[in-house]
């Protein structure tokens, strides 16, 4: 008797729970906690209470077609065939087109372009029905921005300015696009769960909505998502493992440049990326990056020489830029832009111990062109040759260009896809290159028209260079 008095109150009890959430890592918890175990940051827990309205967590889109069990040899392949973003780089990096069905997210710091990147995607597709969903601006903030960036209007380009994730759905049902942009995912707001958007909650429940919604309407979407030089907004990071494709959108407020990198792909590689410039008419891609990296001028000048690196699968050149000077002061300025400066004081050291340059009194800058950052060890090369160069005043041929990675002791190391490397340089009207000795297995030197300079050690490319 007691007991079934007491039961209907405890059905009645209101739905909220609290969870801590991480703010850097999206790590839920039910208590408050100082250190998070999962990615090691302190102090970054934060309440947040969470009303489910009912059960029906992901759900709450359009049901198109429920799935059936389907024998593997019995699905037709016309399914797969990717959407052309009509940008080459664009397509490039996802791995050949969009698949449809699939969740994509494009993060990047606020102001890089991905708003303009994916409104002239969708502008550019002809005859082809696009949904662009915005909760950031106006219907006639797009329009002016529609107008700036491209001449060729897709008359089937939708815009929807709503964050309510059921509001949404009822529209697409209605719509049925074949591509959805969502820009961008932390102002949508599901009416499932009452907490506010952009919070950590908020962000899983759409993010998990949408991915319902592709998977069941076999049409792609497209999730902007903002991420802060510090990460301390969460967002992109805890939904990259629910989307199927990460794009990472970055460049250098200062230049024009916009990289499109890879970081995640379930339909190609990940290490392709695009590169585009930023006009005042849009964004426009670069098919050819080196001629644009390399600065074209009349005089060779000390501490400029030239870098055959690969970025992803493709080679490109790129200047690298030293200055050596005495220092003024006591402690000698060191500052690297575009590349790690501990590496740099690594190649400085072993200058200083195999080629006996002073360098220890020495202000040095280095620079990369195009403000890119350049992760390929191939690099090192060519910093080795700027460094020397500016140090002895003497300027390296500008048809010379370097690739080899720099070892301790001083001896050049071989680097992947010589080969490539090589044959953009020939592309390129270079006549000269160095790199590694232990890169010549397997060359065959009656193909190549450059003249090839293969070194062992540090030493042996100084003589060369400078002799
Ligand atoms: P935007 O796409 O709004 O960035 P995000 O969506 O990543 O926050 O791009 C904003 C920047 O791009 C802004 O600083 C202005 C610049 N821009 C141009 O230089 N040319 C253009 O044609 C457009 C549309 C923007
Ligand atoms: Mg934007």
Known sequence: MYICSLKPNVLNMAKSTSFFYCKNCGNQSATWLGKCPACGSWNSYEEEVVHREDKQKGKSSPQFNKPIPKKINEISLEQTVRISTTYSEFDHVLGGGIVPGSLILLGGEPGIGKSTLLLQTALSLQDFPVLYISGEESDSQLKMRAERISSSINKECYILTETNTQEIFKHIEQLQPKLVIVDSIQTMQSGLIDSASGSISQIKECAAEFQHLCKTGGFPVVLIGHITKDGTIAGPKILEHIVDTVLQFEGDQHYGYRIVRCIKNRFGSTSELGIFEMHSNGLREITNPSEILIASRDENFSGNTIAAIMEGNRPMMIETQALVSSAVYGTPQRSATGFDLRRMN????????????????????????????????????????????????????????????????????????????????????????????YNMKGLDPKKIKIKLCPVGKIEEMMRQLFE
């Open 346 to 437: 690594m190649l400085l050291a072993v200058l200083e111990k195999r080629c006996g340059f002073k360098l220890g009194a020495k202000d040095v800058f280095l620079n990369m062109a195009g403000g890119f950052h350049i992760e390929d060890p191939a690099i090192n090369l060519s910093i080795m040759a700027s460094i020397l160069s500016s140090a002895v005043d003497i300027a390296v041929d500008s048809k010379t260009c370097f690739a080899g990675e720099m070892g301790l002791s001083g001896e050049v190391r071989p680097v992947s896809r010589i080969e490539q490397r090589i044959s953009e340089a020939e592309k390129l009207g270079f006549n000269r290159i160095f790199f590694s000795k």
